[in-house]
């Protein structure tokens, strides 16, 4: 597998590791933790609303993080992995009873109808890669 330096799966934390979704990298007054999951088409308000609530959340319940991970997080088959697509992750999210609870229902309601929305028009459109593959030019 070629190396990317992106994180593809969600439940591992390592030291200075690109291929972990939270990397600890730095010392001193440097040290801090890169939270790598979210994609450049994340809203950045909801996705850091929701790494520092859940952060507030882990530290409330006292929650243990798992084991350090070390090597290469690709080759890892003991993860949760994102959902691969857009209809995936709304399915998920609905159901999510971690989403109401840090959101609440009307927002985690509101951002579904939302995704929900930006999903069908999504499928409405004949990709140029679809477009060159199925249509002969004659």
């Known amino acids: 597998m070629t190396s990317s330096w992106a994180p593809t799966n969600l439940n ?3 030291y200075d ?7 600890i990298v730095g010392s001193g007054q ?8 979210p994609g ?5 308000y909801l996705a850091f609303y929701a790494s520092l609530k859940s952060g507030m959340d882990g530290i409330n319940k006292k929650t243990i993080p798992p084991v350090r991970f070390e090597g290469n997080a690709y080759g890892n ?6 959902p691969k697509n ?3 992750a709304l399915r ?3 159901k999510s009873e971690k989403a109401e609870e ?31 593959r199925y249509f002969d030019h004659c």
Not at 77 to 82: H, R
Not at 105 to 120: P, T
């Open 77 to 82: 088959t003991d993860v949760v992995s994102p």
């Open 30 to 37: 440097g040290l801090r933790i890169e939270f790598r999951i």
């Open 92 to 94: 998920t999210f609905r």
């Open 86 to 88: 857009l209809e995936d």
């Open 12 to 14: 591992v934390w390592s």
């Open 40 to 44: 450049s088409d994340a809203n950045p």
């Open 17 to 23: 590791n690109r291929t972990a979704p939270f990397r």
């Open 102 to 132: 840090l959101l609440g229902k009307e927002i985690r309601d509101h951002y579904a109808n939302l995704f929900s929305i930006e999903s069908n028009l999504y499928n409405k459109v004949i990709t140029d890669w679809e477009f060159k």
